[in-house]
């Protein structure tokens, strides 16, 4: 069975470390893909084994509490985060929001730092929502380099001037 999250676990929550409150929001997010593909897999299952007589079956028990225990732990994980975010009024101010629910709010505060922020833009540029950038696919990228024909640090400084980046991010991300 899953441990449901204590109310001792819940208080703890309130102390995450922005990394550990990051790696819980990703940890969130894969369960939530991890619960949607076992419905569906249960649903698809139990449409296989119907006969064409009844609609839909009832699934294996066993699969049906894979697909509850998943929603149990997404839902555990939700609350911690919740308790994370509440814990700062920023947070709370975020959640006030329609829309910004106990995981956004934590991946905000996880993922954006205030101090390193030098300007509201950045913080903007961060979110994806600056209309100057140009957004490319790798594979659009991979394509684009080997027709240049240039060295690393010039095509650094080409990219950079053609989708509107830091030169000195790219490099960062490049040598990642």
């Known amino acids: 069975p899953i441990d449901l999250l204590t109310k001792d676990l819940k208080d703890a929550a309130k102390t995450l470390s922005d990394r550990e409150a990051r790696y819980l929001v990703d940890s969130y997010y894969q369960m939530q893909k991890q619960r949607v593909r076992s419905t569906n897999q249960v649903h698809a299952l139990s449409m296989l084994d119907a006969p064409e007589s009844q609609q839909q079956p009832e699934p294996h028990r066993t699969?049906?509490?894979?697909?509850?225990?998943t929603a149990k732990l997404e839902a555990s994980i939700r609350r911690a985060l919740d308790a994370y975010a509440k814990a700062s009024v920023t947070?709370?101010?975020?959640?006030?929001?329609?829309?910004i629910g106990p995981v956004l709010s934590a991946g905000l505060l996880a993922h954006l730092d205030i101090m390193r922020s030098q300007t509201v833009g950045q913080i903007w540029l961060f979110a994806g929502l600056d209309p100057t950038v140009i957004w490319e696919s790798a594979a659009e990228c991979e394509q684009w380099l080997t027709k240049q024909e240039q060295p690393v640090s010039s095509l650094i400084d080409l990219a950079a001037r053609t989708w509107?980046?830091?030169?000195?991010?790219l490099l960062r991300m490049a040598t990642t």
Do not use: F, T
């Open 63 to 69: 699969l049906s509490w894979l697909s509850a225990n």
């Open 164 to 169: 509107g980046r830091d030169p000195e991010s």
């Open 91 to 99: 947070g709370q101010w975020s959640q006030s929001i329609c829309g």
